[in-house]
């Protein structure tokens, strides 16, 4: 797989559900970032997690680091239609320009 | 919030011709890139750039492109020759850099290149 692959493509839950989302990646990182995307709009940053941290929080938004599977899950909590976006992790790699891998990511829509 | 800004949102542009994408990055940072979707796919690096030179580039940024920094405040990407396959969505982002690291990455809203 590639550096930086979501998993699931897409997803469809209910609104007040919770949303999970996980990402796979090959190399080593400085850290790893997840960014929201509304249709045809720019990139919001969520949340940036270190390599050498394993979990943190920011308000619905939860986010987990396994380093040893080179893994990371977003959730989301008590989801609401506004949610509904696509979701992307990106890699910021050990070398180089920290420049940013992202990977394929993840359709979420919250039916009300 | 300081916000990245991009200019303009939405070009059309005519196949061969050049066209010249503009970023405003936030004021005090240091390193500036830009990414390119191509509808429908993910998010790819295009190129970074500190201290007035590029830092790293990728397959995609041929000789075709080349960014520049004219003065203080904008950050340009142009493309000298457009081909149908360079219609995209172009990111500009800025990072504050090595002085502070683990920052995340400030994306402008995009510019959506089409090249017909």
């Known amino acids: 797989s590639q550096q930086g692959e979501e998993d699931p493509q897409a997803l469809s839950i209910q609104e007040g559900e919770n949303a999970t989302m996980n990402c796979s990646y090959k190399?080593?990182?400085?850290?790893l970032q997840w960014y929201r995307q509304n249709s045809g709009r720019g990139l919001v940053h969520l949340i940036l997690i270190r390599s050498n941290e394993r979990e943190k929080h920011s308000g619905r938004l939860r986010v987990t680091l396994d380093t040893s599977k080179k893994s990371s899950s977003l959730l989301i909590t008590a989801s609401r239609a506004a949610d509904t976006a696509s979701y992307f992790c990106?890699?910021?790699?050990?070398?180089?320009?920290?420049?940013?891998?992202f990977g394929q990511g993840t359709r979420l829509t919250i039916n009300p | 919030e300081p916000e990245v800004t991009q200019t303009p949102s939405h070009q059309v542009t005519q196949m061969g011709q050049e066209v010249i994408l503009r970023c405003v990055p936030i004021?005090?940072?240091?390193?500036f890139y830009w990414y390119r979707q191509i509808l429908g796919q993910k998010v790819e690096f295009l190129v970074s750039?500190?201290?007035?030179?590029?830092?790293?580039k990728s397959e995609i940024f041929d000789d075709q492109f080349s960014v520049e920094r004219p003065d203080g405040s904008n950050f340009t990407l142009k493309i000298r020759s457009t081909k149908l396959e360079d219609s995209a969505m172009y990111f500009c982002a800025s990072n504050p850099g090595h002085s502070t690291p683990n920052q995340p990455q400030h994306f402008g809203d995009g510019t959506r290149l089409s090249i017909l």
């Open positions: 190399t080593s990182i400085n850290n």
């Open positions: 004021s005090n940072h240091l390193y």
């Open positions: 990106a890699t910021d790699l050990a070398k180089g320009a920290q420049k940013l891998v």
């Open positions: 750039f500190y201290n007035n030179e590029i830092s790293e």
